[in-house]
């Protein structure tokens, strides 16, 4: 008996959640209930959106006004139904949304969607490699912080983790474009990639993925020119979320230094690198799983800062245009349309979560 408890003391948590018997709920409930919070979750945020933009007016004169006869604006402006009462034109819009018509861009006269399908996989690259360097770098030193608390190797890290997450992206773009591409010349300036590796990319279709279609080629050129290309824009953005992890698995695994099973570690003699090795390191990974969530927004967020920075031709760089012409149709639909990735990646979060952690669904 004496051994069983011995056993038990020396499991993590995540160990023992799993081997207590389920009471309080069941994971289809679990599933269900935060399927079902998908909908009100991007109604309320596409309601505010609609809103928000029809307070500076209607959205064709905002796009057009000054550059079209009264008569042939206000044609536009019937024919696209704005003369109409506004909550006809959210009921409308709503049920559009929801059948998956996000409204035809002013500008350039392109269905939402087909914007969304053209620029979104450069932006999906983006945070991709954002994510992965976020992870080699957050992680990693999280666990350094923690081994080295209260030293100046923990505080050191703890100060620039703040200083990365306090300074705004499009400067740190512009500080690393300045360094490493005019002064050191190290990396390109701006683009997704050279000319020639573009056209050759684009010439037989691809998947929009520069990365996978460099592979794809089977050229090592191509391959090194896209990563170069990638290399600052996703250190400057990935370097962000770096930073909320690094502070995450801090605290978490300093946390975990108080569990009983790490004071049975510690009784037996383990150093402190391998009970932050071996013992607090995966129940600290389950709240990074958590919030990664919330960090996929900050990532979209950021990146329409670091694609106008570095003139990366994705969602992010092509809102600013839409802003920058006033069309609000473009706008309103781009938002709306990351208000939903937001929800889903929120909702597979929370089912990895309950997956990697039982505890979270009781």
Known sequence: MTSDVAASVDQPPAMLARRRPASGGTLGRYLLVRFLLIF????????LVFFLIRLTGDPITAALGGRLPADQL?????EAGYDRPVLVQYFE???????????????????????LLTYGAATFELVCYALVIAFLVGIPLGMVA????EKA??????????????TPVFFSGLLAKLVFSVWLGWFPVSGRASVRTE???????????????????????????????????????GLLTASIFLRLVRTNVIGTHNMPYIDAARSRGVSEYRLVRRHAYKPALIPIVTVIGLQI????????????TFEWQGIGFQLGEYLKARDFVAIQGIVAMIAILVAVT???VDVIAAFLDPRVRY
């Open 40 to 47: 009100p979750t991007v109604l309320i945020l596409v309601t």
């Open 74 to 78: 206000q044609e536009r402006i019937h």
């Open 93 to 115: 819009y709503i049920g559009q949304v929801f059948t998956g018509n996000f409204g035809t861009t002013i500008t350039d006269n392109q269905p939402v969607t087909q914007v």
């Open 146 to 149: 923690a081994a080295k608390r």
């Open 153 to 166: 190797t923990d505080a050191g890290l703890r100060v620039g983790a703040i200083l990365f997450y306090a």
């Open 199 to 237: 056209i050759a990319l684009t010439r037989e279709g691809g998947t929009g993925f520069y990365l996978i279609d460099a592979i794809a080629s089977g050229n090592p050129a191509y391959v090194q020119d896209v990563l170069l290309h990638a290399f600052l824009p996703a250190m400057v953005l």
């Open 297 to 308: 927004a900050l990532l979209l967020g950021g990146a329409i800062l670091t694609e106008t």
């Open 346 to 348: 929120n909702f597979v």
